[in-house]
């Protein structure tokens, strides 16, 4: 972490330097936050509006360019060749780039691609998406029509991810939509039962009456 700016209460930081910033004159105040003019000492020289209390407490302290190298180094020291985010990113290129994968035509066969940042480079994509949450959580993308790309993806817990598939069953109950995952959840019923009432061709509240298996159900959801 490199030396962050201190200052009494009142006094004006411009002139100093926090972190990367060097830090200009005041910008604009929002609420109880004042905002200082900062350019980055980096060879981008990136311009940007920064609040006081960030620049004291060193949350930030470059355009981006400090935690790119920070993450770069840890990388290169740690190898992080296991890492389990290692993986995720080359089962997202195998998926977008190699047509003998045998999910291929779901992805790449159909245009779904990976951003020029991350293609090939495992650095850039976990500098982007960060370590993932837990062992339950999976790369998902908020648009399935899109590619792979940081403003696209994020880390989803296994329910999220399955809910989000392009072969999501979606279900209209009582004037509102939802995932027949969704549904199922909500009623206390195992998804399975209700995917073979779906396919039976059972709707309303059919599709969601309580389960004998699960008799709990029952006062959770009474028939209507």
């Given at each position: 972490?490199?030396?962050?700016?201190?200052?009494?209460?009142?006094?004006?930081?411009?002139?100093?330097?926090?972190?990367?910033?060097?830090?200009?004159?005041?910008?604009?105040?929002?609420?109880?936050?004042?905002?200082?003019?900062?350019?980055?000492?980096?060879?981008?020289?990136?311009?940007?509006?920064?609040?006081?209390?960030?620049?004291?407490?060193?949350?930030?302290?470059?355009?981006?360019?400090?935690?790119?190298?920070?993450?770069?180094?840890?990388?290169?020291?740690?190898?992080?060749?296991?890492?389990?985010?290692?993986?995720?990113?080359?089962?997202?290129?195998?998926?977008?780039?190699?047509?003998?994968?045998?999910?291929?035509?779901?992805?790449?066969?159909?245009?779904?691609?990976?951003?020029?940042?991350?293609?090939?480079?495992?650095?850039?994509?976990?500098?982007?998406?960060g370590p993932r949450p837990s062992p339950e959580h999976q790369l998902d993308r908020r648009d399935?029509?899109?590619?792979?790309?940081?403003?696209?993806?994020?880390?989803?817990?296994?329910?999220?991810?399955?809910?989000?598939?392009?072969?999501?069953?979606?279900?209209e109950y009582k004037g509102e939509s939802k995932s027949l995952a969704e549904w199922a959840e909500?009623?206390?019923?195992?998804?399975?039962?209700?995917?073979?009432?779906?396919?039976?061709?059972?709707?309303?509240?059919?599709?969601?009456?309580?389960?004998?298996?699960?008799?709990?159900?029952?006062?959770?959801?009474?028939?209507?």
């Amino acid at each position: 972490m490199e030396p962050v700016v201190t200052a009494n209460r009142g006094e004006t930081l411009s002139g100093k330097r926090s972190g990367r910033w060097l830090i200009g004159p005041q910008a604009r105040t929002e609420g109880y936050l004042i905002y200082y003019r900062c350019t980055c000492t980096c060879e981008n020289a990136t311009v940007k509006e920064v609040n006081r209390n960030a620049l004291l407490n060193g949350s930030s302290q470059s355009c981006g360019c400090l935690r790119a190298e920070l993450s770069g180094s840890r990388l290169t020291t740690h190898g992080m060749y296991s890492a389990p985010e290692r993986r995720v990113h080359a089962s997202m290129m195998t998926r977008c780039t190699n047509p003998k994968y045998h999910e291929y035509h779901l992805y790449g066969g159909r245009g779904i691609t990976v951003c020029p940042e991350w293609l090939g480079n495992f650095a850039k994509f976990y500098e982007d998406m960060g370590p993932r949450p837990s062992p339950e959580h999976q790369l998902d993308r908020r648009d399935n029509s899109l590619g792979y790309s940081k403003s696209n993806c994020y880390w989803a817990t296994k329910n999220e991810n399955a809910r989000n598939k392009r072969t999501t069953i979606m279900v209209e109950y009582k004037g509102e939509s939802k995932s027949l995952a969704e549904w199922a959840e909500l009623h206390g019923l195992d998804y399975h039962a209700v995917f073979y009432r779906y396919q039976k061709g059972d709707t309303g509240d059919r599709l969601f009456r309580p389960s004998q298996a699960n008799p709990a159900a029952y006062k959770l959801y009474p028939p209507s």
